[in-house]
């Protein structure tokens, strides 16, 4: 065993003082976060060009309303009040009468549009007050080149909508002074629970928003994932290379085949230990600095270095003995993907986790033990509380699967490392596990 | 004493039998010479001695202990295609390489090696800015660092010129002299003649040689003619008591016909060319190796 550690330190060594992986260190995390960070960074980024919209309004009630409407939003929100900078565009509205032939019309605008002079119409049927069985007449279509996207679309409903409920209210003899207070309306809030403090008082509960709901957990999975990137992936590609440099056959001539991929794993999860190290310290000095230190589940750190342990034990194994039935880079591409789909599928459903941690789909998918490590600290990274006994099993389950892995890889590996020519397919990794 | 005793060994892969039912014995501090065609059995019957390739049937011991399971630390072992860890520092993987065979005191062992073999100046640059004769002679300084008992070499000469040829040749020599025991194989059988004090050959799987180069020629006898003439090869076509000629250009080689005659031979040489040179001699393990192999041997021997 002492001779796979010296493999794990050589490993180790030649990983984490390459550039690549100081620089791996710094931008993993930024592509990571990349489209979050593209989407704050450009969300001043807006169309400011103003926009010119007809209206057809088959009912005579909304299209004074809608332009008044409009006059007073270009007013407030289409420049900056500090520095009067453009940050919106300012929408004009012009009614334009039902024409007697209303396809030819709506052709006509069409052709508006196409040709940039316009920049969309709406046609509010006739019937839209007191909607009637005929569908036509109750439609408010609003027609444009990309309007399923646009904002302005989304602008309109609640202006139309309360013109509309205003209207129907005053024919039911509501008046006008009541109706601000029948449409006031009031957000229901996200609140953390009430506990007792150290000095056992009881402390009020703090509202919570969705943002800190899902960044904790988001961060775990994060760092989880880019922790297997680092320390189990490029096991693949490092013993296929030692297989076809040859290298392999030298160190088999000192360590056995078994001894020589624990040696390779426990450096892959050396490597990545030092990048979750890096990360959480980083990560903690910037919470202090900040002053968002109760914001971080502290309790879940002990349970993500458990499940990174069985995880790169896991997925090192697998990637390990993967490589070592490759022949050439093209094996190694094709074997890439199956073996990282237990990696893969835990970020697939990371948002329906996290909405229901504590649904039977989240509990059943967290306790798969190829799931486990990313789905269970995803769950306990959440603000709900997942039962007790769940992580534990899970990590038990995770812990027989991982010592399967093992021992499955370690049989693939020794049968592989030395067997050139024969291209591998998953049914052939089987066999060997058998064959040993 | 044997270092080395495989009984009754085989091995196959699939369908195809690499090496059946093998039996061989190599006494201590001896150099044995592995010979044969390519794909004849001998890479497999070098990773069976080093365990590993384990053998489905028979015994293999190893320096006294029957092989199970453990890639011994007393063995050195160079694989027939180098392995060299190519972004580490020459001085650094050495010490690596001596440290997996749990070697003792790998550092002075490096230097001294490095030294002998003249690439001190090698020492701190990485592996990829070596030549390939300096790659060599680095994997071979990788099996000796840790003083191994055993020193199994496949293929050591292999694309090495022949100053590097002859370092290489000194060392190993030099290691026996201090009791070391030696296998290696080789498809040079110049070098087989000239270094081994055992021969051992394998054809598709089957011992088919196997004692000193002496007691191999012996079972042939003297009937190989050398021979040297004014014309050179194309006089000596259609000979009476002829089976083959062996020409290696300025000397040929024919092998006499059992029971033929060798002052016929002679006399009708002499008919057609004046003869500078001619001797009876027992045939070389050239000569030997081609008549097992056959076609496949004379491209191994020429490859």
């Known amino acids: 065993m002492l001779k796979a550690l010296k493999i794990a330190w050589r490993e180790y060594k030649a990983t984490v003082r390459t550039k690549g992986f100081i620089i791996g260190l710094i931008i993993a995390p930024i592509f990571m976060s990349g489209s979050g960070i593209a989407i704050k960074l450009l969300e001043d980024q807006v169309d400011t060009n103003d926009k010119r919209v007809v209206i057809i309004d088959h009912s005579n009630l909304m299209a004074d309303y809608l332009i008044d409407l409009a006059e007073q939003r270009n007013q407030q929100a289409v420049y900056d009040q500090e520095n009067g900078k453009k940050i919106s565009p300012a929408y004009y509205f012009e009614k334009q009468a039902p024409a007697t032939d209303i396809a030819a019309q709506r052709l006509a605008l069409s052709d508006q549009i196409r040709a940039k002079e316009l920049f969309a119409f709406l046609e509010i049927g006739p019937d839209v007050l007191h909607p009637g069985d005929d569908r036509e007449r109750r439609r408010i279509k609003f027609h444009g080149e990309n309007t399923a996207m646009d904002d302005l679309r989304g602008w309109l409903r609640r202006p139309v909508n309360d013109r509309l409920r205003r209207a129907r209210l005053a024919e039911a003899g509501v008046k006008e002074a009541l109706m601000n207070d029948l449409f006031l309306w009031i957000n229901v809030e996200s609140m953390g629970l009430i506990s007792v403090d150290e000095s056992g008082e009881v402390k009020d509960a703090e509202s919570t928003s969705e943002l800190e709901s899902l960044i904790a957990p988001l961060i775990m999975m994060m760092l989880m994932f880019l922790m297997t990137m680092m320390g189990a992936t490029p096991l693949l590609n490092s013993v296929m290379e030692e297989k076809t440099q040859r290298i392999a056959e030298v160190i088999l001539g000192s360590v056995k085949p078994f001894h020589f991929m624990i040696g390779k794993v426990i450096g892959g999860l050396a490597v990545a230990l030092t990048g979750a190290m890096v990360y959480i310290t980083l990560g903690t000095i910037a919470v202090n600095r900040f002053g968002l230190e109760d914001k971080i589940p502290l309790d879940v750190l002990p349970w993500m270095f458990l499940f990174l342990t069985l995880q790169i034990t896991m997925m090192g194994s697998a990637m390990a003995a993967a490589g070592s039935a490759c022949n050439d880079a093209k094996d190694a591409q094709n074997l890439s993907f199956p073996v990282m789909l237990p990696s893969m599928i835990p970020i697939f459903i990371m948002f329906p986790v996290i909405k229901e941690p504590l649904s039977a789909f989240s509990t059943w998918m967290s306790l798969i033990p190829p799931f486990t490590p990313m789905l269970m600290l995803l769950r306990i990274s959440t603000p709900m509380a997942v039962p007790v006994w769940q992580p534990w099993v899970g990590a038990l389950g995770v812990l027989f699967f991982a010592v399967f892995s093992v021992w499955a890889g370690g049989r693939i590996f020794r049968v592989g490392i030395l067997l050139s020519g024969t291209p591998p397919k998953l049914s052939t990794l089987v066999k060997w596990i058998g064959r040993g | ?303």
């Open chain 2, 1 to 303: 004493m044997n270092t080395v005793e495989i009984e009754q060994v085989s091995k196959s892969f699939g369908k195809v039998i690499a090496v059946n039912e093998l039996s061989l014995n190599v006494p201590n501090g001896s150099i044995y010479g592995f010979i044969g065609p390519n794909g004849s059995g001998k890479t497999t019957t070098l990773r069976m001695i080093m365990n590993i390739y384990y053998p489905d049937n028979g015994m293999i011991r190893v320096l006294g202990k029957q092989v199970s399971g453990a890639a011994s630390d007393r063995i050195g072992y160079l694989p027939e295609e180098r392995g060299l860890y190519k972004n580490m520092k020459v001085r650094e993987m050495l010490r690596f390489y001596g440290d997996l065979k749990n070697g003792q005191n790998i550092p002075a062992q490096v230097d001294y090696w490095l030294e002998r073999l003249d690439l001190t100046n090698w020492a701190d640059k990485k592996v990829q800015t070596l030549s390939k004769g300096m790659s060599q002679k680095v994997q071979f300084i990788a099996t000796v660092v840790a003083k191994p008992e055993l020193l199994i070499l496949d293929e050591p000469f292999s694309g090495l010129d022949p100053v590097n040829m002859d370092v290489l040749k000194d060392a190993i020599l030099e290691m026996q002299q201090a009791g070391t025991t030696v296998i290696f194989s080789t498809h040079d059988m110049a070098v087989a003649e000239k270094m081994c004090d055992f021969i051992f050959m394998i054809f598709k799987g089957q011992k088919v040689l196997d004692g000193t180069l002496t007691a191999i020629q012996d079972k042939y006898g003297s009937d190989t003619i050398r021979i040297r003439t004014a014309d050179g090869r194309s006089v000596l076509s259609n000979l009476p008591g002829i089976d083959k000629i062996n020409d290696f250009g300025r000397q040929q080689e024919l092998r006499l016909r059992s029971g033929a005659d060798t002052q016929a031979v002679l006399a009708e040489i002499m008919q057609r060319t004046s003869v500078e040179k001619f001797e009876t001699v027992q045939p070389s393990l050239h000569d030997i190796f081609v008549r097992i192999a056959g076609p496949e041997a004379e491209e191994a021997t020429h490859a």
